[in-house]
């Protein structure tokens, strides 16, 4: 049991999404649950993952888009937008992108198959659009230790 006010949890592949076609804490599914049971309920929570070549948000939970401001070139959530959920913000792809030669035109189509596991109306320019950034990106956390409270970016 803690009582910090941030839990990182790192994972080199992401643990929430439904997409199958990449690696993923999905092709594991007991293993899968039995962490995501540790997880549940844990305040101030945060899962931050990779190896995919886009960036996403992804929860346990559907969430309005109250709790996240996301533009194409910058995501931020706080302590307050995983209260009940667990959230997991993926960042990859420094040096490679997924809209670039290997999967090229491939990669939205491959990532809009799979959105359920994605916040919804992620984009305060368009809440119809999907809740990924398929171009370079990289992540970083911004902790306000007077407050207790953090927030991921991903620009």
Sequence with gaps: ESNASMHVIVSSVQVLTTNPVVESWGHFPSERE??????????????????????????TKQRSNQSINETENETKISKAANKGAIVEVTSSGLTHACDEP??????????????????????????????????????????????????VHVH
């Excluded at 305060?124 to 990106?137: E, H, I, L, Q």
């Design 34 to 59: 039995r962490l995501l049971k540790m997880l549940n309920n844990v305040p101030g929570l945060v899962i931050l993952s990779g190896d995919v070549h886009h960036a996403e948000i992804s929860t």
């Design 102 to 151: 290997f999967y090229g035109p491939l990669c939205k189509p491959i990532l809009d198959a799979f959105p359920t596991h994605r916040f919804k109306g992620g984009d305060t320019k368009d809440a119809s659009a999907p809740s990924y950034f398929t171009s370079r990106n990289f992540g970083s956390i911004d902790i306000d230790w007077l407050s207790r409270s953090f927030q």
